[in-house]
């Protein structure tokens, strides 16, 4: 059985960083796509980042570009994402998710993703 573990949440100061792990298990994820999605009180989930199964392609939503960095290492099964300058419009929980397809497909629809993890929480607070 498809199972995925997020890691790395915790409390933050605003323009800190944090590194999110999504692990697999059951699986190998060299033939996945990866999102990264994130859900706050009281508002919709919304997809933050999405790796390709090769790693050769990334997607990310206009709210993180430039401070959030999607990679994976197909040799440990694990995706990492890395936050920086994070605001605390950023505080969510945060999921990911596996989306099986062609090595540079990396989308960040949440329909595409069947396999998700139970997430983890995300606060940026001074």
């Known amino acids: 059985q498809l199972q995925l573990v997020e890691s790395g949440g915790g409390l933050v100061q605003p323009g800190g960083s944090l590194r999110l792990s999504c692990a697999a298990s059951?699986?190998?994820?060299?033939?996945?796509?990866i999102g990264w999605f994130r859900q706050a009180p009281g508002k919709e989930s919304e997809g933050v980042s999405c790796?390709?199964?090769?790693?050769?392609?990334?997607t990310y939503a206009d709210f993180v570009k430039g401070r959030f960095t999607i990679s994976r290492d197909n040799a440990k099964n694990t995706v990492y994402l890395q936050m920086n300058s994070l605001k605390p419009e950023d505080t969510a929980v945060y999921y990911c998710?596996?989306?099986?397809?062609?090595?540079?497909?990396?989308?960040?629809?949440?329909?595409?993703?069947?396999?998700w993890g139970q997430g983890t929480q995300v606060t940026v607070s001074s």
């Open positions: 998710a596996a989306a099986k397809g062609s090595y540079y497909w990396a989308p960040l629809t949440r329909t595409e993703f069947r396999s």
């Open positions: 790796i390709s199964s090769s790693g050769g392609s990334t």
């Open positions: 059951g699986f190998t994820l060299d033939y996945y796509a």
